[in-house]
């Protein structure tokens, strides 16, 4: 299982800017961002998969942008006019597979190996 430290939460105002960061221990095929309000299901925001193009959640299409360095193994999600329905605890996922298409990516039992997570809070 590989190892997963997510950085770069905080705090912002809505419409601000935050990038998280995400450092593995090993390459991994498919890198995932997850997020999760306290008390609600955990939610696909982002997936990238080796060369292929990145997916999106509709709710931050336009606003997110997934980016890899598959030779250092990190992943980053890049948070544009951030709004307070996107304030959660944001978690780096990884699978050394394939994770799937345009939809099914969303499925958290896909994957295995989980961040600890990084508290993104954006205010009105």
């Known amino acids: 299982q590989v190892q997963l430290a997510e950085s770069g939460g905080g705090s912002v105002q809505s419409g601000g800017t935050l990038t998280l960061s995400c450092q593995g221990s090993r390459y991994n095929y498919c890198m995932v961002w997850f997020r999760q309000v306290s008390g609600g299901e955990r939610e696909g925001v982002a997936v990238?998969?080796?060369?292929?193009?990145?997916y999106y959640a509709d709710s931050v299409k336009g606003r997110f942008t997934i980016s890899h360095d598959l030779a250092k193994n990190t992943v980053s999600l890049q948070m544009n006019n951030l709004k307070p329905e996107d304030a959660a605890m944001y978690y780096c996922?990884?699978?050394?597979?394939?994770?799937?298409?345009?939809?099914?990516?969303?499925?958290?039992?896909?994957?295995?190996?989980w961040g600890q997570g990084t508290q993104v809070t954006v205010s009105s």
């Open positions: 990238i998969q080796g060369y292929g193009n990145p």
């Open positions: 996922v990884a699978a050394n597979h394939y994770c799937g298409g345009p939809y099914s990516w969303r499925a958290p039992a896909t994957y295995d190996s």
